[in-house]
T-cell receptor, first 115, second 109 residues
Framework: ETGVTQTPRHLVMGMTNKKSLKCEQH?????MYWYKQSAKKPLELMFV???????ENNSVPSRFSPECPNSSHLFLHLHTLQPEDSALYLC??????????????FGAGSRLTVL | GQNIDQPTEMTATEGAIVQINCTYQ??????LFWYQQHAGEAPTFLSY??LDGLEEKGRFSSFLSRSKGYSYLLLKELQMKDSASYLC??????????WGAGTKLIIKP
């Protein structure tokens, strides 16, 4: 496979469940990102990893917990979520974390519904 | 605060030309990006402008005026497959991407 792959594509969970989103990139990129996309709102950056080190955490609630075990894989662990957390969660990667022409390659997203 | 403005929705006719505007107010500037996102799919990179002027790539062109804080994406010879959301994003002085809410483009036959 090439590009950025996200699983699952769809997830429905209750407020007390624990689940994880997975992202995998086969591009040899050094940086990986989690974004939240809600209808008619700008993309919200959640976390950035560069060479497996977290370099950005944009005041995200602790019910979202990222994990980057290696430069190809990124997880987002979810627990005790709220209905307002329902959204499309996009993973992306880029060659470097902070550079000018930093083109992001996105996955197709995981559509999360919290009941 | 930092802000990106683009129209929420636009409609155009197949075969025509459409211009999607993006205005921005950011702390510094390190380039402006346009991405295309079809419904249910990943956003994909279209263009990057860091200097003033027009960049052309086939049917798509992107323009930048840094002094006016303004960009547009021009789509020519519209096809039905161009129906998508178009996302404008600016990289600020800290290399953070500031995103617009996207413009949904509807193409009618």
């Amino acid at each position: 496979e090439t590009g950025v792959t996200q699983t699952p594509r769809h997830l429905v969970m209750g407020m007390t469940n624990k689940k994880s989103l997975k992202c995998e990139q086969h591009l040899g990129h050094n940086a990986m990102y989690w974004y939240k996309q809600s209808a008619k709102k700008p993309l919200e950056l959640m976390f950035v990893y560069s060479l497996e080190e977290r370099v950005e955490n944009n005041s995200v609630p602790s019910r979202f917990s990222p994990e980057c075990p290696n430069s190809s894989h990124l997880f987002l662990h979810l627990h005790t979520l709220q209905p307002e957390d329902s959204a499309l969660y996009l993973c992306a990667s880029s060659q470097e974390a902070q550079s000018g022409a930093n083109v992001l390659t996105f996955g197709a997203g995981s559509r999360l519904t919290v009941l | 605060g930092q802000n990106i403005d683009q129209p929420t929705e636009m409609t155009a006719t197949e075969g025509a030309i459409v211009q999607i505007n993006c205005t921005y107010q950011t702390s510094g500037f390190n380039g402006l990006f346009w991405y295309q996102q079809h419904a249910g799919e990943a956003p994909t990179f279209l263009s990057y402008n860091v200097l003033d002027g027009l960049e052309e790539k086939g049917r798509f062109s992107s323009f930048l005026s840094r002094s006016k804080g303004y960009s547009y994406l021009l789509l020519k010879e519209l096809q039905m497959k161009d129906s998508a959301s178009y996302l404008c994003a600016v990289m600020d002085s800290n290399y953070q991407l500031i995103w617009g809410a996207g413009t949904k483009l509807i193409i009618k036959p």
